[in-house]
């Protein structure tokens, strides 16, 4: 589409060019997966469905994530080597597969070359780690001083391996200097000590880095593309900060075409803003990457955070980048560029940075990859069953489903989707279900956000919907459905706890403050309770939270609770190890391992002691259903308490499996 024709993001989708290449448009496909999951089981399909969606899905540039440029020193993870001087080896054709599935789709095909250096992995299968100077690192492994022919070597590696990469196909390397790679320890003070010539000045510092990319552009060619990643801001103490990145980007800006900006640091990744959290604001690193763009003529990419094609169009419009990078928001709608562009942007389900798709490092989890991947808004992202993709309904079946909260409503959209013809049942005024509760919770936006995406595809699709109506076991035996969907959610636990009328459970709160105190005990430390408590906190209330277990939600997923551990500690109390054993109006009672007893003052009381599938009504349900030999579906919480997540996926497999 022209740029001029279209009405809403005409600079989003304005073409551009960088180096010899123009690109279609300005949203490129972040490296978020690894270039040597092409030799593995399992993440090899989920590198190709990455590729292939966001390629389809109509980004300009695709591109393949961390690839190192050797097996020996570069690689932070024990991945199965590749020969980079043997286009023989079995990765060669794989990785040459990827490239020509990207440009079948008219994108630029990227592949991100990288060296970990000092930051590597301490596994005995790996050697020792090296880097700018040499030391002992906290975890015992011994760093080795990089010397002069260490460089050489490292200089011909990536340039040896982008060769091999520009004869499978690809359009050119991003080469990574951020993140705490091997060419940010260089270029960064806090890691770079050197007392020789590439150590002190920042022109000293950069003299390696430049070497690199010196090498690559000799080894490629000025036809082929160069990116060049950077932490805008290493957000570490005595770190680098966006002053010398731009610095730096001014002295490749000669061998580089485009300079792509992050933030941050690997090991680190969300207290430094790497993998940015629901805490932090969207499009994150705009500021940073304005600064660099000042700093530079050649194109500048900024990833980080940006959820909406309304935001990428902003941040293009008031000169702040040329390009934006999604990384986690094509997972969560492989279809962004494309629902953009033909102006759907309402169906576009925004990434609620939730971290169920990166739930940890891969190191962390390598022992079950299965459960390292999902997406909390996309069901199909990370889906490989086949026998269920290809299914196709042998005739349109008719449909009821119960429930309107998330899963309900997905359930319900699938199978409408696949032409049968569907009935929904929501005994309240409004859809939702649990998640009306995102409505007040300013942290809860994005949340909210797909709340009414999913009320919205209700809406456009052929769906009956009954509000306010509760469906009885004589009607469900009367039914004339053939599939029914049993979605009927879950209730507040309330545990016979003395006193526990004197109490509010969490989800109230949301309905209004009216009536809480200044000073709150909330007694459940879950993630219900630690997120009610700072939606407490955020709104001028004194927050203690009281938990049995020895820490604060524990069933959070990895990465976002060290997000929301921030967050508690910077906003609110809290007490673990301890048990309410009654409730007043003017606070709580405890005990502690010992038995020691301790009286803890509130103005307002507030539960959060989980959620109970409502197994009766679902039962009952079912029973009269199947009575009639009807096909049963029960999703979602009128399981088990359930995540967002699992609503979603149950409810995407019902309305899949109705044949």
Avoid at 281 to 299: C, D, F, R, W
Wanted: glycine share 8%.
């Amino acid at each position: 589409m022209n740029s001029m024709m279209h009405p809403k993001f005409p600079n989003l989708f304005s073409p551009i060019q960088a180096g010899t290449y123009v690109y279609k448009n300005r949203i490129i496909g972040a490296p978020i997966f690894c270039g040597p999951f092409v030799s593995l089981p399992f993440l090899s399909d989920v590198l190709l469905q990455a590729v292939e969606r966001r390629a389809k899905g109509g980004c300009a540039q695709v591109t393949v994530g961390e690839t190192p440029v050797n097996f020996e020193h570069a690689n932070k993870d024990p991945f199965p080597p590749i020969d980079f001087t043997n286009y023989k080896d079995p990765a060669f054709e794989k990785l040459a597969r990827l490239a020509k599935i990207i440009k079948q789709y008219d994108a630029i095909a990227m592949i991100e070359v990288s060296h970990c250096g000092a930051a590597r992995l301490k596994l005995p299968e790996l050697k020792n780690p090296i880097g700018p100077v040499g030391y002992v690192r906290d975890d015992g492994a011994e760093v080795v001083a990089i010397d002069e022919a260490m460089m050489d070597s490292i200089c011909e590696d990536f340039a040896v391996c982008a060769q091999f990469m520009i004869a499978a196909g690809y359009d050119g390397v991003m080469i990574h200097c951020g993140h705490g790679w091997l060419l940010n320890q260089f270029l960064s003070a806090r890691t770079n000590t050197r007392v020789d010539k590439y150590g002190g000045s920042l022109k000293n510092r950069a003299k390696f880095p430049i070497r690199v990319i010196q090498s690559v552009r000799e080894a490629i060619g000025k036809d082929f593309l160069i990116e060049v990643r950077v932490s805008g801001d290493e957000r570490a103490e005595h770190g680098m900060h966006v002053d010398e990145v731009a610095a730096f980007a001014r002295m490749i800006e000669d061998l580089a075409d485009s300079i792509h900006v992050s933030v941050g640091l690997y090991r680190d990744p969300i207290l430094s803003g790497q993998f940015s959290s629901l805490f932090d604001p969207h499009g994150l690193n705009a500021e940073l990457s304005a600064v660099i763009k000042k700093a530079v003529t050649i194109p500048v990419t900024v990833v980080g955070g940006i959820n909406s094609p309304e935001l990428a169009e902003k941040l293009i419009a008031e000169g702040k980048c040329d390009f934006v990078a999604l990384g986690r928001q094509l997972t969560a709608d492989f279809d962004f560029a494309a629902k953009a562009e033909m102006g759907r942007e309402d169906d576009i389900a925004h990434c609620l940075r939730c971290y169920k798709c990166f739930p940890g490092t891969l190191e962390d989890v390598m022992d079950d990859l299965s459960t390292l991947f999902g997406c909390t808004v996309n069901p199909e992202a990370f889906f490989f069953d086949k026998n269920i993709l290809d299914s196709k309904p042998a005739a349109s079946r008719k449909v009821l489903v119960v429930g309107g909260g998330i899963a309900g409503m997905e359930a319900a959209v699938v199978a409408a989707e696949r032409g049968h013809e569907v009935t929904l049942y929501e005994k309240t005024d409004s859809l939702g279900g649990l998640l009306k509760f995102s409505d007040s919770d300013e942290y809860k936006g994005d949340l909210k956000d797909f709340k009414d995406l999913m009320i919205r595809r209700v809406g456009k699709r052929n769906i009956n919907v009954l509000m306010g109506k509760e469906i009885t076991s004589e009607e469900m035996a009367a039914t004339s459905a053939d599939a029914v969907v049993l979605a009927v959610g879950s209730t507040p636990i309330e545990l016979p706890i003395e006193g526990i009328e004197n109490a509010l459970p969490a989800l109230d709160i949301y309905k209004s403050l009216n009536g809480v105190g200044k000073n709150v005990v909330m007694v459940g430390g879950g993630l219900v309770g630690s997120e009610a408590g700072l939606h407490l906190a955020k709104n001028g209330r004194e927050v203690t939270i009281i938990e049995m277990l020895d820490k604060v939600a524990p069933d959070s997923y990895p990465m976002h609770r060290v997000a929301l551990m921030r967050e508690i500690d910077n906003m609110l109390k809290y007490r673990t190890g301890l048990k309410v054993v009654s409730i007043a109006k003017n606070g709580v009672t405890t005990v502690d391992a010992i038995g020691a007893e301790e009286f803890i003052p509130a103005d307002t009381v507030v539960y959060a002691l989980g959620m109970r599938a409502n197994r009766r009504e679902t039962e009952a349900l079912r029973d009269a259903a199947k009575a009639r030999n009807v096909s049963v579906f029960e999703i979602g919480d009128c399981v088990r308490a359930a995540k967002v997540y699992e609503a979603v996926k149950e409810g995407y497999l019902a309305g899949m499996s109705i044949l």
